[in-house]
């Protein structure tokens, strides 16, 4: 999570000070929110299926195959080597009685409401043990971290699962995480190329790709087998529910050539706060108030600049900090400003800052402001030091996820990730077992 100072004022450092006194009676979510949030969204005791911090003082939640920090949090069945770490970082420091919570979604991140004893082995709900004051920063936070699954709890089955932290002391949600288990039952190949689509080519990715179940039984394959496809790690513009055009034998062909074709968008912009004694390139101020304060250059909007090859996380973020043994508790929090210039503002919707630190949100905290003055769009983030991607977009009511392209632009060349997800409804169950993960990449595929 990172703090806009509009809505939290970090100069001061007054995180010790504020008081959480409201209690909450929590209520759940069902399906995918679009990106902005609306109705019940705006009340923060409303457990959302999706990935989201519901208190201020609760930052950097990260979750990630343990030892793979880039990768989506993605463990297989049964693989004692396949291990899930849950992080982040509580602004008030001091110890509190947090507790994570699991909850079983459908192929589509509905929250299914049935004993959790159904698809789990031990309790639910548990005490968070493993957390360590920052030292060595001038922002002092308390690091919180577990593993899933671990000695008290296990999953029964595949599929998608949302992790909850909560306060147990006083009920808040403190941040909703989705992960997934995943049972390695099926091969895969994909064919992400230019579309097919002769008037969009140069603009457009389309991603096809073939399952192949081999022994593993399929009843009813258009009923029961869901497909979803992810780009860079984003849920907002995610596909889901496809269903295969062809069966051959064993195999699922989904050559659809419609809900399976992305925007190439661009490579991302790059933020270096890893050292704030050498700073990056792209940065042209840095002071020390109450805390370290970056400026950085300001940036162009690119929607009709030619494409051009950066190296990139794709959307992603590490921790980092120059000279840290364990940057994760001695990495330090940065006041870090954008500035983006337009050519006037902007009537046709909001301007906001994304990438995977913003859970591809467009949550007030992450809009920008435009600056008649200065005639530029501004923001002010508070993040923890480290590399990061990150991309500006237009939001308006209408869209059903960030428009990246009508700020960045879009071509077909920019290198993407791709992963597959194949899910398969068991009756027996009654739940949708994850039984096939498959990653590719755009550049890859089309060398």
């Known amino acids: 999570m990172i703090l806009n100072n509009k809505h939290f004022t970090v100069k001061i450092l007054t995180f010790t000070a504020l008081i959480l006194t409201s209690s909450c009676t929590l209520t759940e979510s069902s399906g995918n929110a679009g990106g902005s949030d609306q109705g019940d969204y705006f009340d923060e005791t409303f457990l959302r299926s999706q990935d989201h911090i519901y208190l201020p003082n609760i930052a950097t939640v990260m979750a990630y195959r343990k030892g793979f920090e880039q990768s989506l949090p993605t463990v297989f069945l049964n693989d004692p080597e396949s291990i899930l770490e849950v992080r982040f970082d509580d602004l008030y420091g001091g110890i509190r009685n947090y507790y994570y ?4 979604c459908d192929h589509n991140w509905n929250i299914i409401n049935k004993p959790y004893q159904e698809y789990l082995e031990g309790y639910q709900e548990h005490p968070i043990q493993d957390y360590k004051v920052s030292f060595n920063t001038i922002v002092r936070y308390t690091h919180y971290r577990f593993e899933l699954p671990n000695k008290d709890i296990r999953f029964r089955h595949s599929g998608n699962f949302l992790v909850v932290g909560f306060d147990m002391d006083t009920d808040e949600l403190l941040f909703s995480k989705r992960i997934m288990v995943a049972e390695n039952l099926m091969t895969m190949q994909s064919d992400i190329h230019f579309t097919d689509v002769v008037s969009q080519r140069f603009y457009q990715q389309e991603v096809d790709f073939t399952v192949d179940a081999g022994n593993f039984s399929i009843v009813d394959p258009f009923r029961n087998l869901n497909a979803s496809i992810i780009q860079n790690h984003r849920w907002d513009n995610a596909v889901h529910k496809l269903k295969p055009q062809f069966v051959e034998s064993s195999k699922y062909i989904y ?14 912009r790059l933020l270096d706060i890893r050292s704030f004694m050498r700073p990056a390139p792209n940065v042209s101020a840095v002071k020390r108030d109450s805390l370290y304060e970056f400026k950085l250059a300001r940036d162009m909007k690119r929607s009709f600049k030619r494409y051009l090859t950066i190296e990139d996380l794709n959307g992603d973020f590490s921790i980092m900090a120059e000279r840290a ?22 009537d046709s919707g909001d301007v906001y800052i994304a990438g995977d630190f913003s859970n591809w949100r467009a949550l007030p905290e992450y809009r920008m402001q435009y600056d008649a003055t200065d005639g530029v769009y501004k923001t002010s983030l508070l993040l923890k030091q480290g590399y990061y991607n990150y991309i500006y977009a237009l939001w308006n009511d209408d869209d059903s996820h960030l ?25 027996a169950l009654d739940a949708d077992r994850l039984i096939g993960v498959h990653s590719g990449n755009s550049i890859e595929q089309n060398e």
């Open 101 to 104: 919570k699991i909850n079983l």
């Open 255 to 268: 050559d659809l050539s419609d809900r399976n074709i992305f925007n190439g968008i661009n490579e991302f």
């Open 403 to 427: 428009n990246v392209a009508a700020m960045e632009g879009n071509h077909s060349e920019t290198e993407n990730n791709y992963t597959i997800l194949v899910y398969y409804y068991d009756m």
């Open 325 to 346: 043994d364990d940057p994760h508790l001695e990495a330090d929090y940065f006041q870090v400003e954008f500035e983006l210039e337009t050519n006037g503002a902007i």
